[in-house]
């Protein structure tokens, strides 16, 4: 089973950038793929997208196109989601999530989730 | 784009009582559609994968069933511990909004 770490909360400004980690351990980092998810205050869940990281590709939601980037670090086992030109409806908690091997592709394990508070 | 939509938004039962949540997707998904639990604070929990596999511990009062568009997730015996908010997703992508199952 793999465990899931993130970063701490954030607090940016509008228009700025912000880079949340998501480090893995207990299981061999470059087989899994690594969806985002996020969750606005009293808000659903919704999917941003995901990486594989033994080949660096990523998928994204249409409607994070152009503005999320996710990266990964095979030697420190995290991935990165890189969220710009924030506004105030970024706010939210963002969640990174294995896709779970031979379960149909859900989101098997979770991390902790980390707060992204974007204000002036 | 694949939308999901699950009824109702939120419910009330009591201890014991049988609970059915439904989800649609706006076009057929074949089995490709999972169920999580989330509690307040706490990151969603996977329940149900492949429409109706019960996902390793998870308690045998949860089932899933459907195929194509129409899903359901049941819960036998509701406990205390089930009062949380439900969650479809279509695999690799978009969930649905949510359904809030709350005391009575």
């Known amino acids: 089973q793999v465990q899931l770490v993130q970063s701490g909360a954030e607090v940016k400004k509008p228009g700025s950038s912000v880079k949340v980690s998501c480090k893995a351990s207990g299981d061999t980092f470059s087989r899994n793929t690594i969806s985002w998810v996020r969750q606005a205050p009293a808000q659903g869940l919704e999917w941003m997208g995901r990486?594989?990281?033994?080949?660096?590709?990523?998928n994204y939601a249409q409607k994070f196109q152009g503005r999320v980037t996710f990266t990964a670090d095979e030697s420190t086992s995290t991935v990165y989601m890189e969220l710009s030109s924030l506004r105030s409806e970024d706010t939210a908690f963002y969640y990174c999530?294995?896709?779970?091997?031979?379960?149909?592709?859900?989101?098997?394990?979770w991390g902790q989730g980390t707060l992204v508070t974007v204000s002036s | 784009e694949i939308r999901m939509t699950q009824s109702p938004s939120s419910l009330s039962a009591s201890v014991g009582d049988r609970v059915t949540i439904t989800c649609r997707a706006s076009?057929?998904?074949?089995?490709?559609l999972n169920w999580y639990q989330q509690k307040p604070g706490k990151a969603p929990k996977l329940l149900i994968y492949?429409?109706?596999s019960l996902q390793s511990g998870v308690p045998s009062r949860f089932s899933g069933s459907g195929s194509g568009t129409d899903f359901t997730l049941t819960i036998n015996s509701l406990q205390p511990e089930d009062f949380a908010t439900y969650y479809c997703q279509q695999s690799y992508n978009t969930f649905g909004p949510g359904t809030t199952v709350d005391i009575k």
């Open positions: 076009q057929s998904i074949s089995n490709h």
């Open positions: 990486i594989i990281p033994v080949y660096g590709t990523a």
């Open positions: 999530a294995r896709v779970g091997s031979g379960t149909g592709g859900s989101l098997d394990s």
């Open positions: 492949a429409a109706s």
